[in-house]
């Protein structure tokens, strides 16, 4: 149990009197020691572990080590719990994001909401209890409301009901557990977005660059689009500037056309007398080294390559295939998000047959610039039609958490469509909760003949390039080949100069599955609804209680972590500021591009010195070995193992969640059967024959309650009314 410190939801506070109740309710060991272990599994979650490479991560696992190990010495009998949770709390505000290492003060607020917080859960009661709302330093505390409708501003209909013990029972008319769930998914990044992870330079000036000189009309064609971000009362809003940039712009006229970008400016929005007396100063953001970097190293002021090396093989409208000095191939994905489905998976099935045929002199160069994401069953299913071997085996498991009852209970899906033959499934779902995980496998037999025909590409004959707008299922996509070491991966863009480690799937980010669990995504294809209020989960995207419900697991031999944040860096870097221009999404555009690439000294030093083939296949399976300057050399570990210097230990964390050696040795033995879940970060569609989907889960055992309520009622010390 918990001591609560009541404060009536109808009255109005001043800060300093309730300084009194907060600091009367003291810390007990119980919730000391649950709340401990409770922070260490979110840390976990979260990537932040001594593993880690980035500094910042491992110092706040320290730092929050420290805290309890000074507070394990004290008498919990002299000690606030309100200081506690200061305390810690202020360990958190030094949280910042595991790709762009900014602070992220949302990521932040997540935390406060799964922890005893502003809202304290007694599991074995089954009851919810309101807390000091806000933790921090103000000089007004407002009633419980208030705190969270300014997270809720478009929610006019806000409000929380209690009964006459003041315990919380709906918020919004929801459950406290579902309202929770909700919460956290508007909460879930910076920018209440889930694919707002931007590098925050790039963010206060992100914009849109044309960079190409095309010869056939001697003419550069150059905008750039700068949006601000501004913050007042509380809320954000963006303002947009627009100003042409044509072919002799460099740094030396630089403040020239900053003088013409405020005369040609446009706002797009209704604060303009708020915005306009600020506008000098915030456009001294246009000198920061950045952009004067890009400027200077933009390689489209090159002298341009003579046309004619490209030639179209595939023309979709997700991806174009062109056949490149008549051996090599350049695989332009444009989007996961195709138009039209069935084309798409005409032309992958003839963009596999063509890879097929390649052999281990060619090259094949994946542009995912430009590329903001898509459909998470896309970028699997192109990923695994260029890396894995079909017909492939699926595995996923729901494993034990509050949070995850939410998504269990569901009883309403709806019939999806196959990926492959346009047949509606007949998908069952049947029992509640297991206090273990529950397990389900899919096993395509369909096209198993065509797509046995693996394609044999070594890692040595693919070249990837990402740049600051490859964001969502792309991040994933890039960062799946990174993990797997299916090639060598150039970043393009970035802020020079700043400590970013620029991870793979950090230049946009957006939230990453684990490696694992998209290798293996076969489409799990149900959208799950609440038979009364139709709930889907927001943006397509998975919530954060979600989260929670697959990787705070009772069984710590199968972890599951459908979500990543371990820093992968690319293996080379080009400073130039590359982002999305209109003309990319053309052939004329996409060849001139790569044809400025490949003619770049820097991009030929890289490929000059590029690892070799696999070696040394030995009984080690923890270490990679390839040909390098003609040695077989140590290259890394794989995905389930660490590197520290050139040993590999073995993955305890939450995101490795098994090896392919788990699956059953029998296929038959799990005949078909697939868990339809809304997972990722698109609409999810089945790729491959699945014909039923069954989930089988046992009840959890609930433990009996050792304390009634009207004990814990004796133990509160100070009412306020």
């Known amino acids: 149990s918990f001591l609560v410190c009541y404060i009536s939801k109808d009255t109005f506070y001043e800060y300093e009197d309730l300084q009194p109740c907060f600091n009367s309710v003291k810390l007990q060991q119980e919730v000391f020691d649950k709340n401990k272990v409770a922070l260490e599994q979110l840390l976990g979650l979260y990537g932040f572990?001594?593993?880690?490479?980035?500094?910042t991560n491992y110092s706040l696992n320290v730092s929050l080590q420290q805290l309890h190990d000074n507070y394990s010495t004290l008498n919990f009998s002299e000690v606030s719990a309100y200081k506690y949770f200061n305390d810690v709390q202020k360990v958190f505000a030094k949280m910042r994001d595991g790709h762009t290492r900014f602070q992220k003060p949302n990521l932040m607020s997540n935390f406060i909401q799964m922890l005893p917080f502003p809202i304290y859960y007694e599991d074995i009661e089954d009851k919810w209890f309101m807390q000091d709302p806000t933790l921090r330093s103000s000089d007004k505390f407002y009633k419980y409301a208030s705190f969270y409708k300014i997270k809720f501003e478009n929610d006019s209909t806000f409000k929380v009901t209690f009964n006459n013990m003041h315990e919380v029972k709906l918020i919004n008319n929801l459950s406290p557990k579902d309202y929770l769930a909700q919460f956290a998914d508007h909460m879930v990044d910076t920018s209440h977005n889930p694919h707002g992870r931007f590098n925050y330079l790039q963010q206060i000036l992100q914009g849109q660059f044309n960079l190409f000189y095309f010869p056939e009309i001697e003419e550069s064609f150059r905008s750039l689009n700068v949006t601000f971000l501004?913050?007042?009362?509380?809320?954000?809003?963006?303002?947009?500037?627009?100003y042409q940039i044509y072919s002799n712009t460099n740094v030396d006229n630089l403040r020239e056309w900053q003088a013409g970008f405020l005369a040609d400016q446009t706002i797009t929005t209704s604060k303009q007398a708020f915005i306009l007396p600020k506008l000098a100063k915030q456009m001294k953001q246009l000198e920061m080294p950045s952009l004067q970097e890009y400027l200077k190293n933009d390689i489209m002021n090159e002298s341009p390559v003579a046309p004619g090396q490209f030639s179209v093989a595939i023309n979709n409208q997700a991806f174009q295939l062109f056949k490149f000095n008549s051996s090599d191939y350049v695989l332009q994905i444009f989007t996961f998000s195709p138009s039209n489905l069935t084309q798409f998976k005409t032309d992958l099935?003839?963009?596999?047959?063509?890879?097929?045929?390649?052999?281990?002199?060619?090259?094949?160069?994946?542009?995912?610039q430009g590329n903001g994401g898509g459909l998470i069953k896309v970028g699997s299913l192109m990923y695994r039609t260029l890396f894995d071997n079909y017909p492939f085996e699926n595995r996923f498991l729901i494993t034990d958490c509050d949070s995850q009852q939410l998504f269990i209970d569901q009883k309403i899906v709806e019939d999806p469509v196959n990926w492959w033959t346009g047949a509606p499934l007949n998908l069952q779902f049947n029992g509640t909760h297991s206090n273990q995980f529950s397990e389900a496998f899919a096993n395509n037999t369909e096209y198993a003949e065509f797509?046995?025909?693996?394609?044999?590409?070594?890692?040595?004959?693919?070249?990837?390039?990402?740049?600051?707008?490859?964001?969502?299922?792309?991040?994933?996509?890039?960062?799946?080949?990174?993990?797997?070491?299916?090639?060598?991966?150039?970043?393009?863009?970035?802020?020079?100069?700043?400590?970013?480690?620029?991870?793979?799937?950090?230049?946009?980010?957006?939230?990453?599955?684990?490696?694992?669990?998209?290798?293996?995504?076969?489409?799990?294809?149900?959208?799950?609804?609440?038979?009364?209020?139709?709930?889907?989960?927001?943006?397509?995207?998975?919530t954060f209680a979600y989260l929670m419900g697959l990787s705070m697991r009772s069984n710590d031999s199968q972890?599951?972590?459908?979500?990543?944040?371990?820093?992968?860096?690319?293996?080379?870097?080009?400073?130039?500021?590359?982002?999305?221009?209109?003309?990319?999404?053309?052939?004329?555009?996409?060849?001139?591009?790569?044809?400025?690439?490949?003619?770049n000294e820097t991009i030929k030093a890289l490929i000059a010195q590029f690892w070799g083939t696999i070696c040394n296949q030995t009984d080690d399976v923890k270490k990679i070995y390839r040909m390098f300057k003609g040695n077989c050399e140590f290259y890394g570990c794989n995905s389930s193992y660490y590197q520290v210097d050139d040993e590999c230990i073995e993955r305890t964390d939450y995101y490795y969640t098994y090896r392919k050696t788990d699956k059953p040795d029998n296929p038959e033995q799990k005949s078909s059967l697939v868990l339809g879940l809304s997972l990722g970060l698109g609409i999810p569609v089945l790729a491959g024959l699945v014909v039923v989907a069954l989930i089988v889960v046992k009840k959890r055992k609930k433990v009996k309650s050792q304390k009634s309520q009207e004990d814990i009622i004796k133990q509160i010390s100070t009412k306020f009314y």
């Open 230 to 242: 501004n913050s007042s009362s509380g809320s954000t809003y963006f303002q947009q500037f627009k």
């Open 559 to 599: 972890p599951v972590a459908p979500m990543e944040f371990i820093v992968n860096e690319v293996d080379a870097r080009l400073p130039t500021v590359m982002l999305k221009p209109n003309e990319f999404q053309t052939s004329l555009g996409t060849s001139f591009m790569m044809e400025k690439l490949f003619a």
């Open 49 to 55: 572990d001594h593993y880690s490479p980035s500094f």
């Open 451 to 542: 797509f046995n025909s693996t394609v044999k590409l070594q890692p040595n004959q693919v070249i990837v390039f990402t740049d600051s707008t490859c964001g969502s299922t792309c991040s994933t996509f890039i960062k799946a080949i990174k993990q797997n070491n299916r090639g060598f991966i150039v970043g393009t863009g970035g802020i020079d100069g700043n400590d970013d480690q620029f991870d793979v799937s950090s230049f946009a980010g957006g939230q990453v599955l684990s490696t694992s669990t998209f290798s293996y995504f076969t489409g799990l294809n149900a959208t799950l609804q609440t038979q009364k209020d139709k709930l889907t989960l927001a943006h397509g995207s998975m």
């Open 349 to 368: 099935l003839s963009l596999k047959q063509i890879i097929t045929t390649m052999n281990t002199t060619q090259r094949l160069y994946i542009n995912l």
